[in-house]
């Protein structure tokens, strides 16, 4: 599959996880240039999302950390949160995945969480 790195436009390299960890977690698709990547579903080579660079490797870190909490505390089941995610982004349910967000939608989770009275 051909995967283009959306921060500078070139063919991301599709290649194994240990040249950026040092240890094998599978394949990725990586731009050396922008020192971005991002893995695959396994035992595919369909990307789970965008390259993320380091910035956006970071919001993704944060927007987990404030929406995750809303369904492994139990009070609401994962896919409600989901839903409830996606009302608040104004995203069709199916692109509610904090994989495929940019820095952008990851600041807005981080808010809409953070306002989360659940
Ligand atoms: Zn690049």
């Not at 950026?20 to 396994?42: E, F, L, P, Q």
């Not at 996606?86 to 199916?94: C, F, H, I, T, V």
Request: glycine share 8%.
């Amino acid at each position: 599959m051909n995967v283009i790195c959306q921060y500078c436009g070139n063919l991301a390299i599709y290649t194994d996880s240990a040249c950026i960890y040092g240890r094998s977690y599978g394949m990725v698709y990586y731009c050396k240039d922008c020192n971005a990547w991002v893995g695959v579903h396994k035992g595919t080579d369909k990307p789970l999302g965008i390259l993320a660079n380091a910035e956006l490797r970071d919001w993704k870190i944060k927007a987990h950390a404030s929406f995750d909490p809303l369904w492994k505390s139990g009070k609401m089941k994962r896919h409600r949160a989901y839903k409830w995610l996606a009302e608040q982004l104004g995203k069709p349910r199916n692109e509610t995945h904090i994989g495929m967000f940019c820095v952008e939608d990851c600041k807005r989770v981080v808010e809409v969480c953070s306002g989360c009275k659940i």
